[in-house]
């Protein structure tokens, strides 16, 4: 392929709206072309990076005996009322309707597709398992959409469901999965961890999430280096403090003004955070039974929402911080100074470590007060009493005491284990051995292929631009041409072009009209993993090959330079 040919349009700034390197490197290199925030299209290059991801996915998931079928992007409302979601989602679920005003959405995902595939077109035990997957376009509206193809609006997300008749079905089906995408992000050339985490608006009892190591990564990652313990920290279990035994002290309420924030109120009793309870206050939309919710954990802690949410038993998106003044009004809460006792019409939501924790200081429910020789038990109770801490560095392991490391991750896919919480509601049923009607077991599993794309340049790049992995670089070789109008240089440049494509490679020549500065940057823009540069020394068949990988460059003879190509380029090509 001819550069001079190629629609493509490299840009030498840093596009405004992007910011971190995988956004403006796919940008500036003409990979990606942004339409509306958060919607994305493939130009030339990043349309063969894009089928080459997909390429690797297909191939290991036709290896564990999964089958391809493709469903539309269009979902009628009704399927989503049968599983609960239409409600549940919230607003980032893209509701359409059509001329008729009839209800659909655009698919963020496929649960209640596939649920219904399966509840019609299979209904005996011999047709379990199976395991059928679509890479196929996504549509989530996003609240904050943001660095390129991370968070984006419209996405390609590679989805996977398996049907077995049992748990332990479902469990081979999840290592399969499991097995699958560690060879298909190790072929992509990712840095990852699987890790353990919350299922989510997906739901089911057990989840990994599958994190390239990243530093603008979203997914905070919380591991032991002692054991196997890894975890989203909205996931990870946080061992509760054993409090030192102490005899309960009668309550007795203080005088504490301007003390609204924890430091404020230790800096004036001159106690240690951990001797206080924090409250956070919360309001939930169209809820039925608790408008407000008050959640009480240890001064020194962090409030996990994701683990408030899940005691709760309510979507994501219906809970925000509460209006103080609104919520006080309504429950007796003083914004600074909100303790457990004194509330009322709210949900009170307790953290466990509080229920050993002796004599402590809370809020009195009253302006420039505080109550100490508060008690669990004794002076308070909880509605709901989960463990809702968020783990931090050095916190012990959940799992063997030792000190707990944090890493940041991109999450590139996520397995799930739904069990029956599609088929039960939607009655996907098959008939055992003994015409017995069951439900079929569920598991999902997700890839996201265009926000793997961004992952692969996060951990590929330098300061002049992408380093791709050869087993997804749009070409594997570029031919640069130092001056088309001279004709020997021209001659070679075209030979060599030709030889490495009967090779089997994959081989772009720069022939355009441009200074060589301008190309060489291009090119290490563009990625592509071997450069061979045809210049002055054609006459004498010697080029220059430089690895995009490798600061130096070497004089090469011709044939040489051929053959080393054609050896770098097989020995990777699969990643
Ligand atoms: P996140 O927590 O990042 O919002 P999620 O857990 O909601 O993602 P899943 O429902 O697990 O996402 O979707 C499967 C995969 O699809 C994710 O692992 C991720 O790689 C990809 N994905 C999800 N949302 C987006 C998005 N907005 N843009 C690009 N890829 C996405
Ligand atoms: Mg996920």
Known sequence: MKLSKMHVKTLREVPAEAEISSHILLLRAHMIRKLVSGVYGFMPFGSRVLRKIEA???????????????????????????????????????????RNQRDFCLGPTHEEIFTDIARNEINSHRQLPQNLYQIQTKYRDEKRPRFGLIRSREFIMKDAYSFDKDWEGLDQSYRDMYDAYARIFTRCGLEFRAVEADSGAIGGSNSHE??????????????????????????????????????????????????????????????????TIKALLFEIADSEKYKYVAAFIRGDRELNMIKLINALDIPEYAIEFADEAAMG??????????????????????????????????????????????????????????????????????????????????????????????????????????????PIVMGCYGIGVTRTMAAIVEQHHDENGIIWPVSVAPYHVIVTLVNSTDPVQSALAEELHDRLEAAG??????????????????????????????????????????????????????????????EFISARRRG
């Open 505 to 566: 490679l994959e081989v772009i020549l720069d022939d355009r009209d441009e200074r060589a500065g301008v190309k060489f940057k291009d090119a290490d823009l563009i990625g592509i993993p071997v450069r061979i540069t045809v210049g002055k020394k054609a006459g004498d068949r010697i080029v220059e090959y430089k690895l995009r990988a490798d600061k130096a460059s070497v004089d090469k003879e011709a044939e040489q330079a051929i053959a080393d190509a054609v």
């Open 56 to 98: 690797i996915i297909r191939e290991e998931m036709d290896a564990k005996g999964a089958q391809e079928i493709l469903m539309s992007a269009v979902q009628p409302a009704e399927l989503w009322q049968e599983s609960g979601r239409w409600q549940a989602y919230g607003p980032e679920l893209w509701r359409i309707k059509d």
């Open 329 to 438: 009004e309504k429950t007796g809460a003083v914004g600074g100074f909100t303790g457990p006792m004194g509330l009322h019409d709210c949900c009170i939501v307790v953290d466990s470590e509080l229920l050993a924790a002796k004599n402590m200081v809370a809020g009195a429910c009253k302006t420039d007060h505080h109550v100490k020789n508060v008690n669990y038990g004794r002076d308070y109770k909880g509605d709901i009493v989960a463990e809702l801490k968020v783990i931090k560095e050095g916190d012990p392991c959940p799992q063997c005491g030792a000190p707990v490391k944090m890493t940041r991750g991109i999450e590139v896919g996520q397995v799930f284990k739904l069990g029956t919480k599609y088929s039960e509601p939607m009655g996907a049923v098959y008939k055992d051995e003994s015409m017995e009607e069951k």
């Open 210 to 275: 599958f994190c390239a190591l990243s530093e603008v990564g979203e997914s905070q990652i919380a591991y032991c280096d002692h054991c196997d313990m890894a975890a989203t920290t909205e996931r990870a279990a946080c061992v509760d403090e054993q409090a030192p035994a102490e005899a309960e002290l009668a309550l007795e309420e203080v005088l504490t003004p301007d003390t609204k924030s924890i430091e404020d109120l230790c800096a004036f009793l001159h106690i240690e955070q951990k001797k």
